[in-house]
């Protein structure tokens, strides 16, 4: 099974490290993480490189494809190179998957339309400028389409689709491989639970970001 | 603040990303990576290389220092430059941080000594050996001692930090920006819940990866 993760610049890393550590860990699997410039792609926070190996058209036919959010999602909204990719490689993937703003990506470049979806709290309302209907849910899959809330909701997807690919069986010896039984010391992960102060916090960090 | 991440080849990429995408987005906080070979440095998996721009020497004085685990773990075991800048900057810094089996390489260093400290649950017989406690708990906190479980419990463990060294609400805040509120589809993250089949699983998977 070929897995293609796409990057760019202002990629935010646990989007897309999440899913990678579980698919990466599934039997007969090879992972590439791919990008319309090759080389050295930098994230957000701006202290993270990674070497991306392949462009596009290396990618030709993955049988799964992932592209996670971040703030650089917003420089990713117009039609070129990798939305055309995106749009051809669709057609033969088995799963077409995002974490966060990957969704709005994946949106703009046409896939989404018609389809259920979910992105981001902060970008939840965006969707729908894309034809894609918003779903308030930390996992949605509708269709041959994968989609996770933001950021940490990646690893939730990727366990989901671990079971799809390879087995209930699988899917939980990686959930213990990575030994993925969250105890989060506060409950703030979601903007319905979180404190009032945390929420302005957030959301001034925030402003501004998301497109 | 500086915040140092020390990777090693055949590090396993969430034990460190987790941690790097919470601490990472404190006020007035600057992530460095840092290795004893710097340049690009591959992961156990094989398929993503991140490139290191600091060697051991360029972060002499860190407010934090992190290691996460993976099978690389065990080539790092060995006292020598790595174990000696471990020792020196432990001296200084506010808090000493591990997710996964980066803590067996704090306690081969000799940091952990008489200390209560948590790993992967498949090595936490391990720690024993180096005169450190061992503790079956997802985030132990121990003087200035941070020590995480397996790979995804870094996320935990940097929360508790995080709350820590800038409050409960940046804390909150950064849990709610990175919309962590973990909706696992399976109840297998840990050796007391997870179905035997699927700890057949894992343990055949790790076999022979921990030292």
Known sequence: M???IVLYPGFTSLDVIGPYEVLGRLPDTEVVFVAEQPGLVRNDLRSLSINVVAGLADVPEPDVVLIGGGPGQADQ???GNLHEWL??????AAWTA???TGSLILAAAGVLNGRRATTHWAALGNLAEFGVTPANERVVIDGHYATAAGVSAGIDMAL???GFLAGDDMAQAVQLIIEYAPEPPYHAGSLDVAPAKAVEIAK???SGRLS
């Open 77 to 79: 909204m117009a039609d």
């Open 204 to 206: 001034a960090k925030l």
């Open 87 to 92: 749009r051809t490689v669709d057609r033969t």
């Open 160 to 162: 989901t689709l671990a």
């Open 2 to 4: 070929h897995v293609a």
């Open 98 to 100: 995002s974490a966060c």
